[in-house]
């Protein structure tokens, strides 16, 4: 539920970082944990259908979720002050 009191559907790169949305890590430390997800398997890196397992571009496709994904928390109404 999110502040509006709706349910609110979240993908996998939300749902790993609302964990640590806790004003302590910068987009920097979020990307190495989304990293290191996709190192031991828990979190799959996918573009345009496929599965990526080059690290440099792992990191550039975590990138563009990292902000799509705070902006879809943000517009969910899911971060208070």
Same mark, same amino acid.
């Given at each position: 539920?999110?502040?509006?009191?709706?349910?609110?559907?979240?993908?996998?790169?939300?749902?790993?970082?609302?964990?640590?949305?806790?004003?302590?890590?910068?987009? =920097? @430390?979020?990307?190495?944990? +989304?990293?290191?997800?996709?190192?031991?398997?828990? /979190? !799959?890196?996918?573009?345009?259908?496929?599965?990526?397992?080059?690290?440099?571009?792992?990191?550039?496709?975590?990138? =563009? @979720?990292?902000?799509?994904? +705070?902006?879809?928390?943000?517009?969910?109404?899911? /971060? !208070?002050?």
């Amino acid at each position: 539920m999110n502040q509006r009191h709706e349910s609110v559907s979240l993908n996998a790169v939300a749902q790993h970082l609302i964990g640590i949305l806790d004003g302590n890590h910068d987009r =920097a @430390a979020m990307a190495e944990h +989304l990293f290191a997800l996709t190192e031991k398997g828990t /979190l !799959v890196a996918n573009r345009d259908g496929n599965r990526i397992t080059d690290p440099d571009q792992v990191r550039t496709v975590l990138n =563009a @979720a990292i902000e799509q994904a +705070l902006a879809t928390i943000a517009a969910s109404a899911l /971060l !208070v002050e």
